[in-house]
């Protein structure tokens, strides 16, 4: 994963969260938990629950 996508999510928690849900409403708190270290396995569990690509998550990650 980008650097700038891990930081992003590491540093920015709760409003990357905010995002996704605001974003993807059927994503639960189960969905978005996140660990640090574990960022491709949290991409891969949004985008099964999504549809959305793993850079297009990122993208919106990105752009928080």
Known sequence: M?????DKISG???IVKGGLKQKWADLTDDDLLYQEGREDEF??????KTGETKEGIKKFIDSL
């Open 43 to 48: 991409l891969g569990k949004i985008q099964k």
């Open 2 to 6: 980008e650097n700038a996508v891990k």
């Open 12 to 14: 920015n928690w709760n």
